[in-house]
């Protein structure tokens, strides 16, 4: 809710975007995770949503500071990058000690990761 507020202090209606967002996003992990991890894979449905939820605290943050930065500039994209890769490696963390297997397959979940995160990144910059 507080990354779509701080959206919509931006002059974008984003709520339906980032729900839907976040559903998708967390399926894709949901299934990017449990292949890798074959029949060993343990990470459920809902642990996988809240997972990829807890991990946005750094995009609302970047949301947050995005209202005082001018659009278009190279500070923006920089600071989207940082906070997206702030995400990413909170999030392959947290997926890692979840699994019993995760840590031969770390570069290939921190991927999944990144593209969920710096898609995140991307709304708030444009």
């Not at 839907?20 to 343990?42: C, D, E, H, P, Q």
């Not at 459920?44 to 939820?53: A, E, K, M, N, T």
Request: with cysteine.
């Amino acid at each position: 809710m507080t990354f779509g507020f701080f959206q919509l202090l931006a002059g974008k209606f984003h709520f339906g975007i980032i729900l839907g967002w976040v559903t998708i996003s967390a399926l894709f992990i949901y299934v990017v995770f449990n292949m890798l991890a074959g029949r060993s894979g343990n990470l459920d449905l809902y642990r996988c949503l809240s997972l990829v939820g807890y991990c946005m605290l750094p995009m609302v943050i970047f949301s947050a500071i995005s209202l005082f930065l001018p659009r278009g500039g190279v500070v923006i994209f920089a600071m989207g990058a940082v906070f997206g890769l702030w995400s990413t490696k909170t999030c392959t963390q947290l997926l890692v000690e979840l699994s019993s297997c995760g840590e031969e397959n770390r570069l290939l979940i921190a991927y999944a990761c990144w593209l969920v995160y710096m898609l995140f990144s991307l709304l708030i910059i444009f």
